[in-house]
Nanobody, 119 residues
Framework: QVQLVESGGGLAQAGGSLRLSCAAS????????MGWFRQAPGKERELVAS????????YYADSVKGRFTISRDPAKNTVYLQMNSLEPEDTAVYYC????????????WGQGTQVTVSS
């Protein structure tokens, strides 16, 4: 198993910044990809950004391109999401997830962290 713990959420004003962290523990040697998702009230969970653990291949949703940056620190088994130019539409619970080697889906999830952007 892999345990994921998110931190860094909170309240920001529109145009401001927040940085989320997701620390992994357990079978971290089997991690293939980590991603950040978000879920706003009444909406489905959506993928915001992802990064492969070895090659660092990155994906961004169109809605966050140019504003959010995903990165990883293999030494700390941690993935980050730097969020700049925040908009009220970014308000959601943010979750990190991990895809294990050989898997085709996200296998484990963190507990989520609330991000609220005021206008």
């Amino acid at each position: 198993q892999v345990q994921l713990v998110e931190s860094g959420g909170g309240l920001a004003q529109a145009g401001g910044s927040l940085r989320l962290s997701c620390a992994a523990s357990g079978r971290t040697f089997s991690m293939y990809k980590m991603g950040w998702f978000r879920q706003a009230p009444g909406k489905e969970r959506e993928l915001v950004a992802s990064i492969t653990w070895i090659g660092g291949t990155i994906y961004y949703a169109d809605s966050v391109k140019g504003r959010f940056t995903i990165s990883r620190d293999p030494a700390k088994n941690t993935v980050y999401l730097q969020m700049n130019s925040l908009e009220p539409e970014d308000t959601a619970v943010y979750y990190c997830g991990v895809v294990l080697a050989g898997s085709t889906r996200y296998d484990y999830w963190g507990q989520g962290t609330q991000v609220t952007v005021s206008s």
